[in-house]
């Protein structure tokens, strides 16, 4: 199904899901809050590899469409990190701890 | 031959991107996992070069190589005294997350190469910075404008959460 010498969409598409699916693995198992933090912006990344994979190698009327929406998805992960920042150092500010197992407030 | 470059250079660089991705997972200094994801950012913008999306490649480096782990640095040292992700065992945890990843991983392969995709004939070798500028300003003019107040309104309210009072 993969010839390994000649790129085609399908070396993309895996690059991408490994991409995600390490960043789901950090998101679910670590338990400080930056490094989820950063483990989602990975699963940002694999999803961007998808999309300009899509982009480049499926035919297409508007060929740009896939990195115009990757710009879009750049920007939103942008401001995510930036307000889940700013969270996370309220929170230890409040409690001094962002260990993701010691803020359960509101956990039942 | 220069098929073969490339298909040499998606290797590396997806080694690298793969490779710092493992690296932040599981690195137990957050700095060392900052440092790990520097290198897989890097490594993803060398395969959109490849991906012929040479904007969003200096966009990648910017952005996430710089502004957004200059934003995760401030986060780790604004934090003390949580260098270590814990000392404590956790290990039904993280047996539970990697049988997530992996079987997420093994849907989407099956689906992803599974499915016929219509691709092009021919592969465009155009540059797209130019074309990304004028469709930006154009056609794609109001979600333009809406991602211009989405970042007005993160840095507004981040800046409001964050302060001291």
Do not use: C
């Amino acid at each position: 199904m993969v010839d390994p010498t000649t790129l085609t969409l399908n070396h993309f598409l895996l690059l991408g899901a490994v991409l995600f699916a390490v960043g789901l693995y950090g998101a679910l198992a670590r338990r400080n809050a930056v490094i989820v933090l950063m483990s989602i912006e990975l699963m940002f990344n694999g999803v961007n590899v998808t999309l300009l994979g899509f982009s480049r190698y499926i035919a297409s009327s508007a060929p740009l469409l896939g990195q115009i929406f990757a710009i879009f998805i750049i920007t939103v992960a942008a401001a995510e990190a930036a307000v889940g920042l700013a969270i996370i150092i309220a929170v230890y500010r409040d409690r001094k701890t962002i260990q993701l197992d010691d803020i359960h407030l509101m956990k039942w | 031959m220069t098929e073969l470059f490339t298909t040499i250079g998606f290797y590396v660089f997806g080694l690298v991107a793969v490779g710092g991705a493992v690296g932040m997972v599981a690195a137990r200094r957050l700095v060392h996992s900052a440092i790990f994801l520097v290198a897989s950012f890097l490594g993803v913008a060398a395969i959109y070069l490849l991906l012929r999306a040479d904007f969003l490649a200096a966009v990648q480096v910017l952005i996430y190589a710089g502004a957004i782990m200059i934003l995760m640095l401030f986060g780790i040292m604004l934090t003390p005294n949580q260098m270590e992700d814990g000392g404590r065992a956790h290990l039904g945890q993280k047996v539970g997350a990697a049988l997530v990843a992996i079987s997420f991983l093994a849907v989407a392969a099956f689906s992803l190469l599974g499915t016929k995709w219509p691709l092009a004939q021919t592969l465009s070798e155009q540059p797209t910075t130019e074309e990304i500028g004028r469709l930006l300003l154009s056609g794609y003019v109001l979600p333009f404008e809406v991602a211009s107040v989405l970042l007005l309104a993160a840095m507004v309210g981040s800046i409001w959460i964050a302060r001291e009072d």
